[in-house]
């Protein structure tokens, strides 16, 4: 990868060799963390190949990833926040997200909350979630409670796949992942509005 986001080739490779460090639960913690503000490597590239090593652990990865996530992306919230013009904006513009950014305003003024829960979800840039949040911003009780259904669901889904698909994972996923999450969010989201409904609520 060339120009001005070669640096991200860099970070790929060392997050991939990370998952065979042996401090590789806190490496996952700390990856997991930063994801959601402002590192652009994804934490599915540690998870996946430490869940490979060690099937007994699955859950515990997806738990540590998940909580670390949840806990960062309150940091990016409050990034979004306060820094938004100053520091947030000028990042996510360097990564390549500014489109990303104004697609996830539009959601939010259309549909609020449930945005906020299938882009947690989906294989739509969290960081970018978190951050246009706070700036937003939107109901932090409704940002949390959206970000750890979203999360948890979502790592503990990788963590499953591996588990049961062992070296294949990582192929499945590539080809079926997204699309996997995008239509569990949709179904989510009927039952939501659908019980919505019913109850008149």
């Known amino acids: 990868m060339k120009g001005k986001l070669s640096f991200l080739n860099d970070w790929y490779e060392a997050t991939k ?3 065979r460090h042996k401090h590789a639960e806190p490496a996952l913690f700390g ?4 994801e959601s503000s402002f590192f652009p490597i994804p934490p599915d590239l540690m998870l996946i ?4 090593a060690d099937h007994s652990k699955a859950w515990r990865y997806a738990f ?13 919230y409050f990034i979004g926040m306060y820094f938004f013009d100053a520091f947030a904006q000028p990042i996510l513009e ?3 997200k500014a489109e990303k950014m104004n697609d996830f305003r539009a959601r939010i003024a259309e549909h609020g909350g449930p945005a906020v829960f299938g ?7 969290y960081k970018v979630i978190t951050i ?7 109901a932090f009780s409704t940002f949390i409670a959206a970000s750890v259904i979203g999360r948890s669901i979502r790592f503990f ?9 062992g070296d294949q994972a990582e192929t499945v996923m590539k080809e079926h992942f997204g699309k996997f999450t995008i239509g569990l969010f949709a179904l989510l989201i009927a039952l939501y509005y659908g019980y919505k409904y019913l109850t008149g609520h």
């Open 17 to 19: 060799r990370l998952a």
């Open 94 to 96: 360097s990564l390549g």
């Open 49 to 52: 190949p430490m869940v490979q």
């Open 64 to 76: 540590i990833c998940s909580l670390a996530s949840i806990l960062g992306g309150i940091l990016g």
């Open 157 to 165: 889904l990788v963590a499953g796949v591996v588990k049961k698909f």
């Open 132 to 138: 246009m949040s706070g700036a937003i911003p939107v």
């Open 31 to 34: 990856v997991s963390f930063v």
């Open 119 to 125: 882009a947690a979800l989906t294989p739509f840039p």
